[in-house]
């Protein structure tokens, strides 16, 4: 279905501005946290699709990106030309899957068990208004780690947010990891509302650059020289930084889907 979807537009190497591919972060840049997109977000990004190639790059695994993007009818894949789920580590083309990458291979079974004990025991500790569950969350690329836990609703991840933002939990909570484990190599990304992203380090939203840097080696490939990206985290720490900040992209620093549509607009004229 993806490819056929992908059909209805230009091949990659025929768009209008060919060199030219739009990515974008996922929370708070094409949907509000953890929420669904906006048809009128879908129509804006249909148009645009026929004038360049687009993607999207989010930390969450492809499961809640098709909930978030795609329809119980619509699989996220046919929506974009590229899918980059987990920051690239799970990443589609046209619809068919390219090479994956496994953060428990890379860190192994050992320290992958002594990272996660001490975080357990660390959250046990925390005195905050709320806790419910799913405290870490094992994904193929790295572990999302969230004090409040993912099972909070919606209403509960909006009053941890505003208090986060108040006392700085998920900010000391990374200080104290990487002061713990010094040595690991890893990365922690603060994203989204109530978590941090957890990873080895060049694993940040910068993997997914490679998949688009190997599109010249594509039969009628297409050198993308110009990358946009869009994101809302864009602040140092936050998830969206490298990717934003990289001498590769041309950054775009946006705090809601809105200006995000706002921009696309002014900048593409659709």
Request: glycine share 8%; proline share 5%.
């Amino acid at each position: 279905m993806a490819a056929a979807a992908a059909s209805l537009y230009p091949p990659l190497n025929k768009r209008p501005v060919s060199n030219t591919i739009c990515l974008f972060d996922v929370d708070g840049t094409l949907t509000p946290a953890r929420r669904t997109v906006t048809p009128q977000m879908l129509q804006l990004l249909s148009a645009l699709r026929h004038k360049v190639a687009i993607g999207f790059v989010g930390g969450s695994d492809l499961a809640k990106q098709q909930e978030q993007l795609g329809t119980p009818s619509i699989p996220v894949t046919s929506l974009f030309d590229f899918c980059f789920a987990e920051n690239g580590l799970t990443a589609y083309r046209l619809g068919v899957p390219l090479a994956s990458h496994s953060f428990i291979k890379w860190i192994g079974e050992t320290k992958y068990q002594a990272l996660v004990k001490f975080i357990l025991h660390y959250i046990a500790d925390l005195e905050i208004p709320v806790k419910r569950g799913t405290f870490v969350e094992f994904r193929n690329g790295m572990i999302n780690v969230s004090p409040v836990g993912r099972n909070a609703s919606v209403e509960e991840r909006n009053e941890y947010e505003r208090y986060d933002l108040e006392h700085g939990i998920r900010a000391k909570f990374v200080e104290v990891l990487k002061k713990e484990f010094p040595d690991m190599g890893l990365t922690y990304s603060i994203g989204g509302q109530i978590s941090f992203d957890v990873f080895p380090k060049g694993w940040d939203k910068t993997y997914c650059l490679q998949h688009v840097e190997a599109e010249t080696k594509m039969p009628e490939g297409v050198d993308y020289t110009t990358i946009h990206f869009f994101g809302d985290k864009t602040y140092e720490g936050g998830n969206d930084y490298e990717i934003f900040s990289d001498s590769r992209t041309i950054g775009h620093s946006v705090k809601n889907p809105d200006e995000t549509m706002r921009d696309l607009k002014e900048i593409f004229r659709l």
